[in-house]
């Protein structure tokens, strides 16, 4: 049973650029959320996806997009990179219909904005 | 969102019993108590869930007393790879945002 896969796992990208990770959850999940941990933080929530809809968001800029596709799997775009953005961004998965709060992460996309 | 309370940092030596109190004063009737670890450049990996009283798996037992407002993890003989930051966490469902703080910095020594 594959648990939550990310790619790439390291990339560096020039201020300005555009950059797009990507998601696929564990195996009967339906729900993906994206997180950034900066250095020495915890994981900031980004925003979740669910049934191919963006259904919460956290305190962050529009730069910061996304999308689920039909079978889950799930893109973090963010655009006009800025050095802040470097970051591990992590992916989050889970099932709606789960009563406790079990939410599984993949091993993160770093990324590093020069 | 139940927002919980660790401790920054704690020290402990190999074979030695560690435990993490998390206060979560303002947990909700739904809500589950979760705990993650998380080494350096990786994803957190989940430990433990519970909602009421003893919960123990392979790994660590989480403890919760009756008014839910604190949990403690318990990490029974630690070792070397047991250094990490350790994240409680409090909600409701698979559709709840969890809401890290800063965690607590574990650190063992030999």
């Known amino acids: 049973d594959a648990g939550v896969t990310q790619s790439p796992t390291h990339l560096i990208k020039t201020r300005g650029q555009q950059v797009t990770l990507r998601c696929s959850p564990k195996?009967?999940?339906?729900?993906v959320s994206w997180y950034q941990q900066a250095l020495g933080q915890g994981p900031q929530f980004i925003f979740q996806?669910?049934?191919?809809?963006?259904?919460q968001r956290g305190n962050f800029p529009d730069r910061f997009s996304g999308h689920q596709f039909p079978n889950y799997s799930s893109e973090l775009n963010v655009n006009a990179l800025l050095l802040g953005d470097s970051a591990l961004y992590l992916c989050?998965?889970?099932?709606?219909?789960?009563?406790?709060?079990?939410?599984?992460f993949g091993e993160g996309s770093w990324l590093t904005v020069v | 969102l139940a927002k919980t309370t660790q401790p920054i940092s704690m020290d402990s030596y190999e074979g030695q019993e560690v435990n993490i109190t998390c206060s979560h004063n303002?947990?909700?009737?739904?809500?589950?108590i979760t705990w993650y670890q998380q080494f350096p450049s990786q994803g957190p990996r989940f430990i433990i869930q519970?909602?009421?009283t003893k919960v123990t798996n392979e790994v660590a037992s989480l403890f919760i007393p009756a008014d839910r407002k604190s949990s403690t993890l318990s990490l029974p003989r630690v070792s070397l790879s047991d250094t990490a930051v350790y994240y409680c966490?409090?909600?409701?469902?698979?559709?709840?945002?969890?809401?890290f703080g800063r965690g607590t910095s574990l650190i063992v020594h030999p």
């Open positions: 195996s009967g999940h339906d729900t």
């Open positions: 996806y669910y049934e191919e809809e963006e259904r």
């Open positions: 519970g909602y009421k």
């Open positions: 303002n947990i909700a009737t739904n809500d589950y």
């Open positions: 966490l409090v909600g409701e469902g698979g559709s709840y945002i969890p809401t």
């Open positions: 989050a998965s889970s099932l709606v219909s789960s009563s406790g709060n079990t939410i599984y």
